[in-house]
């Protein structure tokens, strides 16, 4: 089972007055939905070695639409767990292709007005776990081993290829990705695998994640039979810590784990947000801490429009100069 919020956590825009808080049976396809739920996951088998025959599925999709619930289908292609060849492969991706268009012709007309979205990766936020490696892509990798660039460089190739898989999908379906967190423990790394850029063509909703930011989060409580707690509404922290945009050095990297670890010590909350991003993302943001030596012009420009707006910046060279 999955409790999502579908609605900005933090309730940026003002003209919703309330969440709407979707509750998602996640058992097996075919028993009772309690009426605890207002709606269910459906996972459809769309690996390479599926025959696509989903008809059971659907017929049960029928009943659950009779129920009143919506749907949230994930299409389970085997990204990140079962592709049986590098993502550079051309002719594994046309076969994989073949179940999203299966579901555009199949799936999508009957039930559109039901569908919350649709789920093309459920897995590790570290897609470096399961990558697999061919030769194009130690080609174009000129990093280094078990290094953020090597985590970074698999989270970008995994997500161009969902990109080229969600395109595929009919127009008005949400592609969703459900990342799981729980094997990111620094946070900085975190938030640099977070960064917004890589993740615009989808929903993203979390498991475990170890600080807060301007995403969904979904959580898992077991059986059917779970009683629910009630939803949350947190407030928004007030401090932010600007994520770079670009390439940084290690000494600054270094800056960053100290400054988060001293506001993990002090328990003060805080939430990464993106430079790219970071006019959009500042709401409810009083104090914006930045790497000055790193910042581009764009987010220079953006960092001057949050204090023209009453917004304070802190610099996390003048944090570590004053501890």
Avoid at 3 to 29: C, K, M, R, V, W
Avoid at 103 to 118: K, R, Y
Avoid at 265 to 276: D, H, L, N, V, Y
Wanted: glycine letters at 6%; charged letters at 15%; hydrophobic letters at 40%.
């Amino acid at each position: 089972m999955m409790n999502f919020d579908f609605l900005d956590p933090f309730n940026q825009d003002e003209s919703f007055n309330t969440h709407t808080f979707i509750s998602i049976f996640d058992g097996e396809a075919g028993g009772e939905v309690s009426q605890a739920f207002n709606a269910v996951a459906i996972s459809l088998n769309g690996k390479i070695s599926s025959d696509l025959n989903w008809q059971m599925l659907l017929e049960y999709a029928h009943r659950c639409v009779r129920k009143g619930l919506k749907i949230l289908w994930e299409i389970d292609l085997g990204i990140g767990s079962a592709l049986p060849l590098p993502l550079s492969d051309e002719g594994q991706y046309l076969g994989i292709a073949l179940a999203l268009d299966h579901f555009a012709e199949a799936v999508w007309p009957q039930f559109q007005e039901h569908t919350l979205g649709v789920v093309l990766y459920r897995g590790s936020l570290d897609f470096s776990a399961h990558f697999i490696w061919g030769d194009k892509e130690r080609a174009n990798f000129t990093g280094t081993a078990r290094s953020y660039e090597e985590k970074s460089f698999c989270r970008n190739a995994t997500l161009e290829y969902l990109t080229l898989l969600a395109n595929r999908l009919p127009e008005g379906a949400l592609p969703c990705l459900l990342l799981d967190a729980s094997s990111i423990q620094e946070p900085f790394l975190l938030m640099q695998l977070l960064a917004q850029d890589a993740y615009a063509r989808f929903c993203r909703a979390l498991w475990s994640p170890a600080v807060s930011s301007n995403h969904f989060t979904y959580q898992v409580y077991g059986s059917l039979n779970t009683t629910l707690p009630e939803p949350s509404q947190p407030s928004p922290p007030s401090v932010g810590i600007c994520i770079p945009s670009s390439q940084i050095s290690i000494g600054t990297t270094d800056l960053f784990k100290r400054v988060i670890q001293q506001m993990s010590t002090q328990q003060i909350p805080f939430r990464a947000i993106s430079e790219t991003h970071l006019n959009t993302e500042w709401h409810k943001v009083d104090k914006l801490i930045i790497d000055s030596e790193s910042l581009t012009p764009q987010g220079a420009r953006m960092v001057r429009g949050f204090c023209a707006a009453g917004g304070v910046v802190v610099t996390l060279q003048n944090i570590c100069e004053e501890t």
